[in-house]
Protein backbone atom coordinates (compact mmCIF):
# COMPACT_ATOMS: atom_id res chain seq x y z
CA UNK A 1 0.00 0.00 0.00
CA UNK A 2 1.23 3.28 -1.27
CA UNK A 3 -0.85 5.87 1.01
CA UNK A 4 -2.32 5.26 4.16
CA UNK A 5 -5.52 7.51 2.78
CA UNK A 6 -7.67 7.27 0.03
CA UNK A 7 -7.04 9.72 -2.55
CA UNK A 8 -10.39 11.88 -1.77
CA UNK A 9 -9.06 12.20 2.26
CA UNK A 10 -5.32 12.62 0.70
CA UNK A 11 -6.41 15.70 -1.20
CA UNK A 12 -8.60 16.79 1.53
CA UNK A 13 -5.51 16.49 3.62
CA UNK A 14 -3.37 18.55 1.38
CA UNK A 15 -6.00 21.37 0.50
CA UNK A 16 -5.40 22.18 4.70
CA UNK A 17 -1.29 22.42 4.26
CA UNK A 18 -0.94 26.46 4.86
CA UNK A 19 1.33 28.68 2.88
CA UNK A 20 1.25 31.29 5.52
CA UNK A 21 0.16 32.49 8.97
CA UNK A 22 1.24 28.66 9.74
CA UNK A 23 1.35 27.46 13.38
CA UNK A 24 5.33 27.86 13.50
CA UNK A 25 5.12 31.68 12.36
CA UNK A 26 2.31 32.37 15.11
CA UNK A 27 4.46 31.31 17.11
CA UNK A 28 7.79 33.38 16.21
CA UNK A 29 5.34 36.74 15.95
CA UNK A 30 4.26 35.76 19.42
CA UNK A 31 7.16 35.65 20.68
CA UNK A 32 8.44 39.00 19.06
CA UNK A 33 5.39 41.17 19.78
CA UNK A 34 6.30 39.98 23.19
CA UNK A 35 9.95 41.69 23.09
CA UNK A 36 7.88 44.61 21.95
CA UNK A 37 8.98 44.91 18.08
CA UNK A 38 6.85 45.83 15.01
CA UNK A 39 6.42 44.15 11.98
CA UNK A 40 5.01 43.85 8.64
CA UNK A 41 3.89 40.38 7.15
CA UNK A 42 4.61 38.68 3.79
CA UNK A 43 5.95 42.05 2.01
CA UNK A 44 4.96 41.07 -1.48
CA UNK A 45 8.12 43.61 -2.66
CA UNK A 46 10.90 42.13 -1.28
CA UNK A 47 12.61 38.66 -2.83
CA UNK A 48 11.18 35.82 -1.51
CA UNK A 49 8.41 37.16 0.42
CA UNK A 50 9.71 37.35 3.57
CA UNK A 51 7.42 35.81 6.36
CA UNK A 52 8.48 38.71 8.73
CA UNK A 53 9.97 41.73 7.80
CA UNK A 54 11.29 44.81 9.82
CA UNK A 55 12.14 47.55 7.68
CA UNK A 56 13.56 49.84 9.73
CA UNK A 57 16.05 47.47 11.19
CA UNK A 58 16.11 45.64 7.47
CA UNK A 59 15.29 42.71 8.87
CA UNK A 60 13.41 39.54 7.25
CA UNK A 61 12.88 36.63 8.80
CA UNK A 62 12.02 33.10 7.31
CA UNK A 63 9.86 31.14 9.24
CA UNK A 64 10.60 27.42 7.30
CA UNK A 65 8.85 24.00 7.50
CA UNK A 66 11.43 21.43 8.25
CA UNK A 67 9.86 18.94 5.66
CA UNK A 68 9.26 21.44 3.26
CA UNK A 69 12.63 23.19 2.79
CA UNK A 70 14.56 20.00 3.65
CA UNK A 71 16.54 21.05 7.23
CA UNK A 72 18.87 18.62 9.00
CA UNK A 73 17.18 17.71 11.72
CA UNK A 74 15.44 14.39 11.50
CA UNK A 75 11.85 15.44 10.24
CA UNK A 76 13.53 17.41 7.48
CA UNK A 77 15.57 14.48 6.42
CA UNK A 78 12.99 12.61 6.16
CA UNK A 79 11.22 11.48 1.98
CA UNK A 80 8.45 9.93 1.77
CA UNK A 81 8.54 6.64 0.43
CA UNK A 82 5.58 7.59 -2.21
CA UNK A 83 6.52 9.43 -5.07
CA UNK A 84 9.88 9.90 -3.67
CA UNK A 85 11.22 11.60 -7.09
CA UNK A 86 8.55 14.14 -6.99
CA UNK A 87 8.88 15.27 -2.96
CA UNK A 88 12.78 14.99 -3.60
CA UNK A 89 12.34 17.57 -6.85
CA UNK A 90 9.93 19.51 -4.50
CA UNK A 91 12.47 20.64 -1.87
CA UNK A 92 15.31 20.55 -4.48
CA UNK A 93 13.34 23.47 -6.28
CA UNK A 94 12.32 24.85 -2.60
CA UNK A 95 15.96 24.74 -1.12
CA UNK A 96 17.21 26.69 -4.34
CA UNK A 97 14.35 29.13 -4.29
CA UNK A 98 15.49 30.08 -0.60
CA UNK A 99 19.28 30.10 -1.53
CA UNK A 100 18.35 33.20 -4.57
CA UNK A 101 15.55 34.91 -2.51
CA UNK A 102 18.29 35.26 0.37
CA UNK A 103 21.25 36.11 -1.96
CA UNK A 104 19.03 38.97 -3.04
CA UNK A 105 17.40 40.67 0.10
CA UNK A 106 21.34 40.22 1.12
CA UNK A 107 22.80 42.09 -1.89
CA UNK A 108 19.75 44.83 -1.46
CA UNK A 109 21.47 45.47 2.08
CA UNK A 110 18.94 43.07 4.32
CA UNK A 111 19.61 40.92 7.09
CA UNK A 112 18.51 37.40 6.91
CA UNK A 113 17.13 35.05 9.52
CA UNK A 114 15.66 31.98 8.88
CA UNK A 115 14.00 29.70 11.63
CA UNK A 116 13.26 26.40 11.70
CA UNK A 117 10.33 24.76 12.89
CA UNK A 118 12.98 22.30 15.13
CA UNK A 119 13.86 25.38 16.67
CA UNK A 120 10.34 26.09 18.25
CA UNK A 121 10.53 22.85 20.44
CA UNK A 122 13.12 24.87 22.65
CA UNK A 123 10.85 28.33 23.37
CA UNK A 124 13.82 29.52 25.86
CA UNK A 125 16.34 29.50 22.96
CA UNK A 126 14.52 30.96 20.50
CA UNK A 127 13.35 33.68 22.55
CA UNK A 128 16.81 34.63 23.10
CA UNK A 129 17.92 34.55 19.54
CA UNK A 130 15.27 36.95 19.02
CA UNK A 131 15.87 38.90 21.23
CA UNK A 132 19.76 38.99 19.43
CA UNK A 133 18.44 39.80 16.52
CA UNK A 134 16.94 43.29 17.74
CA UNK A 135 19.46 44.09 19.63
Known amino acids: MSDVFDP ?9 VK ?20 YRLHRK ?3 GKPDIVMAGRRLAIFVHGCFWHGHGCARGAR ?10 AKVGRNRERDVASRAAL ?17 EAAL ?4 AGMLA
Open 45 to 47: ELP
Open 106 to 122: EAAGWRVEVIWECELND
Open 79 to 88: VPKANRDYWL
Open 19 to 38: GRDTGPEKTVRRLLTGLGSR
Open 127 to 130: QERL
Open 8 to 16: AKRSAVMRR
